[in-house]
């Protein structure tokens, strides 16, 4: 029988996703019929994954999709199944991340007037008034399939709108009768509803960016996710190499820049110093940011001139949100980066090529500067394990290649300087601030690319968000094993340190008793060798760290499980 349902399932199949991230329940009677009749008579569908906790399915498809690009699909339970998503929906929304997400609803009829009519007592408790308002916030489209008939004109719709930027999940609903109903199948021409195409910079725009970064002293790009796409990396790197323009990366998402090029000037997340090279700016070009600067503790010179691209420049999400740009364009990086490079090749660069090679010799002294601070900051301290000396190490055990995604927190900062990355596509964070997304991303990240090592490297408590007995049992289950390094400074500093940064001399800074401590510490890496035979290490000395990390990696490379080193460090 053809049901909406199937159609659904075609639809997901036609459309290219790999991945149908599921948590069943008894709205989705009609999709598991679909998937068994499809693997009966042989016809390819996604594959389907078992997800016990709903934001680990989000957080998968979310890792898959930074990885690949690409939407996957995600499938939970009514109402109830959608609030349990929590705050990987957020994460996937601010993160720009396109995920596509399923839920049934109640039945809506209650006499067996249809087929999937209610015959359970939870149907009654789980009807609500307003399901899809549960994610509205979040979501860039949501919406209920009504019939079978426009099914997958439906879904085609919803996740041309989530890979079109700016990018980000989008919720569909359909009600048990409507997936049970029998339906015709419709053909869909799939370049029908390929994502909108990148936009570009208007021509006098190209111009006046070009002309500005050549007359400037000290042209700067602040970024954040521009490397989202490679691509982008790439025309990045061959506009500032040829311009000699300092790359500075602001709570970056991504590796938007080799940070071991000179034109590279570093990071900044939380540190509570002005950032040198945005105050010697007088010309920055703010490109793919959410947070370019924290204006109460580093900011632009005020008369640094300032020109913002970005996929949505209004920030239409965020109630507050403004920079001083004397412009600002809704255009792809890339297009706009390839661009203003060819319109600079175009002209003449001989009037600037003196303050070229001045500002060249100045990054590239600043750069040095920068990469011996960085070394410094490793080395090993003996008496204790710093974050740095432990990222340091991990760092050059795994390799330039292996896919680092970080949930460090209050170590975010140590994390993106001491990995050094030098190629797009190997580190990423959520791009969204809540925490627990590090593990199903691993996962994700792994089945978007089976080759790839893929390290997690977590705070203790941010551990514990990530739902680690679902993830390590999905490790096991999907052979999908992975390494996760706890950065374990005994509970939340983040708040703890916030709180006594607010009241230096309040009651905060006379004690120590702040509820933000997880003494008696458990067991991190027992939780996951539990739920998924993950090997376990638990250190807390300089000494350690290597042995420690060479059985992980002889744990996941070589038995192919997964391992989490719980590692005490030193407050940070
Ligand atoms: C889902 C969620 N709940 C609560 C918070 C608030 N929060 C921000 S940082 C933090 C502490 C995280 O602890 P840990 O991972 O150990 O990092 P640390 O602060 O110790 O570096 C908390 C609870 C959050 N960001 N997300
Ligand atoms: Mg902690």
């Given at each position: 029988m053809y049901?909406?349902?199937?159609?659904?399932?075609?639809?997901?199949q036609e459309?290219?996703i790999?991945?149908?991230?599921a948590?069943?329940g008894s709205?989705?009677?009609a999709i598991?019929?679909?998937v068994?009749?499809?693997?009966?008579s042989?016809?390819?569908?996604?594959?389907?994954?078992?997800?016990p906790h709903?934001?680990v399915?989000?957080?998968?498809?979310?890792?898959?999709?930074q990885l690949?690009?690409r939407?996957?699909?995600?499938?939970?339970?009514v109402e109830c199944g959608t609030?349990s998503?929590?705050?990987?929906?957020?994460?996937?929304?601010?993160?720009?991340?396109?995920?596509?997400?399923l839920?049934?609803?109640?039945?809506a009829?209650?006499?067996?007037?249809?087929?999937g009519?209610?015959?359970?007592?939870?149907?009654?408790?789980?009807?609500?008034?307003d399901?899809?308002g549960?994610?509205?916030g979040?979501?860039?489209y949501?919406?209920?399939?009504?019939?079978?008939a426009n099914?997958?004109?439906i879904?085609?719709?919803a996740l041309?709108?989530?890979e079109?930027?700016?990018?980000?999940?989008?919720y569909?609903?359909?009600s048990?009768e409507?997936?049970?109903?029998e339906?015709?199948?419709?053909?869909?021409?799939?370049?029908?509803?390929?994502?909108?195409?990148?936009?570009?910079?208007?021509?006098?725009?190209?111009?006046?960016i070009?002309?500005?970064?050549?007359?400037a002293?000290?042209p700067?790009?602040v970024?954040?996710?521009?490397?989202?796409?490679?691509?982008?990396t790439?025309?990045?790197?061959?506009?500032?190499?040829?311009l000699?323009?300092?790359?500075?990366?602001?709570?970056p998402?991504?590796?938007n820049?080799?940070?071991?090029d000179?034109?590279?000037?570093g990071?900044?997340?939380?540190?509570?110093?002005?950032n040198?090279?945005?105050?010697?700016?007088d010309?920055?070009?703010?490109?793919?940011?959410?947070?370019?600067?924290?204006?109460?503790?580093s900011?632009?010179s005020?008369?640094?001139?300032?020109v913002?691209?970005d996929?949505?420049?209004?920030?239409?999400?965020m109630?507050?949100?403004?920079?001083?740009?004397e412009?600002?364009?809704?255009?792809?990086?890339?297009?706009?980066l390839?661009?203003?490079?060819?319109?600079?090749?175009?002209?003449?660069?001989?009037?600037?090529s003196?303050r070229?090679?001045?500002?060249?010799?100045?990054?590239e002294?600043?750069?040095?500067?920068?990469a011996?601070r960085i070394?410094?900051?490793?080395?090993?301290?003996?008496?204790?394990l710093?974050?740095?000396?432990?990222?340091a190490?991990?760092r050059d055990?795994?390799?330039?290649d292996a896919?680092?995604?970080?949930?460090?927190?209050?170590?975010f900062?140590?994390?993106?300087?001491?990995?050094?990355?030098t190629?797009?596509?190997?580190l990423?964070?959520?791009?969204?601030?809540?925490?627990?997304?590090?593990?199903?991303?691993?996962?994700?990240?792994?089945l978007a690319?089976?080759?790839?090592?893929v390290v997690?490297m977590c705070?203790d408590?941010?551990?514990l968000?990530?739902?680690?007995?679902t993830?390590?049992w999905?490790?096991?289950r999907?052979?999908t094993?992975?390494?996760?390094v706890i950065?374990?400074?005994?509970g939340?500093?983040?708040?703890?340190?916030?709180?006594r940064?607010?009241?230096?001399?309040?009651?905060?800074s006379?004690?120590?008793?702040?509820?933000?401590?997880f003494?008696?510490?458990?067991?991190y890496?027992?939780?996951a060798a539990?739920?998924?035979?993950?090997?376990?290490e638990?250190i807390?000395?300089?000494?350690?760290?290597g042995?420690?990390i060479e059985r992980?990696?002889?744990?996941?490379l070589?038995?192919?499980r997964?391992?989490?080193?719980?590692?005490?460090?030193?407050?940070?």
């Open positions: 049901t909406t349902g199937t159609a659904l399932l075609e639809a997901l459309a290219g790999d991945c149908l991230f948590n069943f709205d989705h009677t598991i019929e679909a068994a009749a499809a693997r009966e042989g016809q390819p569908i996604p594959r389907v994954f078992t997800v709903e934001a399915a989000m957080s998968a498809a979310h890792g898959y999709a690949s690009g939407a996957q699909a995600v499938l939970v339970h609030q998503l929590a705050g990987a929906v957020h994460n996937a929304a601010k993160g720009r991340v396109p995920v596509l997400l839920a049934g609803t109640s039945p009829t209650q006499e067996g007037e249809l087929r009519s209610r015959n359970e007592f939870i149907q009654w408790i789980q009807d609500v008034a399901q899809r549960i994610v509205r979040y979501v860039r949501d919406h209920e399939i009504r019939f079978g099914a997958k004109q879904v085609h719709r041309r709108i989530a079109s930027d700016p990018r980000g999940p989008v569909l609903v359909a048990r409507v997936l049970e109903s339906t015709s199948p419709v053909v869909i021409q799939r370049e029908h509803w390929r994502p909108v195409a990148p936009a570009a910079l208007a021509d006098s725009a190209v111009g006046a070009a002309e500005a970064l050549l007359a002293r000290r700067l790009v970024t954040s996710f521009l490397g989202r796409k490679p691509a982008a790439h025309a990045l790197v061959e506009l500032c190499r040829e000699a323009v300092g790359v500075l990366e602001s709570v998402n991504y590796v820049y080799p940070t071991t000179p034109m590279y000037q990071c900044q997340w939380n540190e509570r110093q002005q040198e090279a945005l105050a010697e700016a010309f920055i070009v703010v490109i793919d940011s959410d947070v370019p600067w924290i204006p109460t503790v900011r632009p005020p008369d640094a001139r300032i913002h691209i996929p949505d420049p209004l920030k239409l999400q109630p507050l949100w403004y920079i001083p740009a412009a600002s364009y809704q255009a792809d990086a890339c297009t706009a390839s661009q203003v490079l060819t319109a600079v090749r175009q002209g003449s660069q001989a009037e600037a003196a070229i090679e001045e500002r060249r010799v100045h990054y002294r600043r750069h040095a500067e920068l011996a070394a410094d900051d490793e080395r090993d301290r003996s008496a204790v710093t974050s740095e000396f432990l990222t190490a991990v055990a795994i390799g330039e896919v680092v995604l970080s949930e460090a927190v209050t170590n900062h140590v994390v993106t300087r001491h990995m050094r990355r190629r797009p596509g190997t990423f964070t959520s791009g969204g601030g809540s925490l627990g997304w590090c593990g199903g991303a691993a996962i994700g990240a792994k690319r089976p080759d790839a090592l997690a705070g408590g941010t551990y968000f990530t739902q680690p007995s993830v390590h999905m490790a096991r999907y052979a094993p992975f390494l996760q950065f374990n400074n005994g939340w500093s983040a708040p703890r340190e916030g709180a940064g607010m009241h230096p001399s309040g009651a905060v006379r004690t120590d008793q702040l509820d933000t401590d003494s008696p510490a458990p067991d890496g027992g939780i539990a739920a998924g035979g993950a090997h376990a638990r807390s000395r300089p000494d350690e760290v042995p420690a992980a990696l002889a744990a996941v070589g038995e192919r997964s391992a989490v080193i719980d590692a005490r460090v030193a407050a940070s």
